[in-house]
């Protein structure tokens, strides 16, 4: 009888393991289906930044590395490797894409001064480039820090207080990065920066996560995880446009997909 009830309740184990396996693949699968089908809807939206002027910056560089994590993490680096790889999104949506630096450099006088004097000459001519061509958007991309508290993480836009559209189209990338990477609860905020102050065009400043947080640190030192955030940055941005032209709110989703897929049969960038 004792061998009936072992023989039993291995069966049980077994059953439960194996229905625990099956629920997990499900929920994986449902997930995976749920960004694919997300992506494609991004897709979809490609339009709405087509013949945009869209300047990137890539923060730091050249005599600056900005912040430096434990690990080896550089600013300037990461920053480079995804807004690199931000432009590429844009650029295969018909946008014109305009990087401030393609390398490691920046933008100042070699024998411009003091290292500050340097870096105010540097910020300047970042957002030169932006005023100058008449941008749609000025992104500029950087990584965050805070020594004191290395729990700190996530994510976070910020716009110039005051500036409507800039506020708006930082708010379309933080709800992106929320939805989509799935850690961090931050807002987008408003705050008093060099860059988004003299920006006579929208401008949104993106700091990708901090560097100060070790496992952070890691992931944005990631290529897959870097392409995430740039196409994160991409999509809210494409939202924005797209919501912009349609002129009546937030586009249906599925009825967006449907239609496309009926009418074109295609679906291009979608990573």
């Known amino acids: 009888m004792s061998h009936i009830f072992i023989k039993t309740l291995k069966l049980k184990k077994r059953m439960v393991f194996f229905l625990g396996v099956a629920t997990l693949l499900l929920a994986v699968s449902i997930k995976t289906y749920s960004s694919y089908e997300h992506n494609k809807y991004i897709a979809t939206l490609s339009w709405s930044v ?22 080896g993490g550089v600013e300037k680096d990461i920053t480079l490797s995804v807004s690199k790889r931000l432009a590429n999104l844009f650029g295969q949506a018909g946008a014109a894409v305009i990087l401030t630096r393609e390398t490691d450099m920046d933008l100042s006088d070699p024998n ?11 910020l300047s001519r970042r957002v030169a480039l932006a005023n100058e061509r008449n941008a749609d958007l000025f992104l500029s991309i950087h990584v965050n820090s805070f020594i004191s508290d290395p729990g700190q993480h996530g994510a976070q836009t910020f716009s110039q207080p005051g500036a409507k559209e800039s506020k708006m189209i930082s708010e379309a990338i933080q709800a992106e990065i929320i939805n989509s990477l799935k850690n961090t609860k931050r807002k987008a905020k408003e705050v008093d920066y060099y860059t988004t102050r003299k ?15 070790p496992k952070e640190e890691k992931l944005m030192m990631d290529a897959a995880y870097q392409s995430k955030l740039a196409w ?6 494409v939202k924005y446009y797209a919501n912009k032209e349609n002129g009546s709110g937030s586009l249906n989703e599925k009825e967006t997909i449907k239609t496309f897929m009926n009418n074109s ?3 291009n960038i979608i990573p």
Do not use: M, W
């Open 112 to 122: 411009g001064g003091s290292l500050i004097s340097r870096k105010r000459q540097d």
């Open 199 to 213: 920006s006579k065009v929208p401008a949104v400043l993106v700091e990708i996560g901090f560097i100060t947080n």
């Open 50 to 71: 087509a013949d945009k002027v869209i300047v990137i910056d890539p923060g730091h560089g050249g005599i600056d590395p900005g912040a430096v994590g434990k690990n």
């Open 265 to 267: 049969g295609k679906g």
């Open 232 to 237: 994160c940055i991409y999509s809210g941005v």
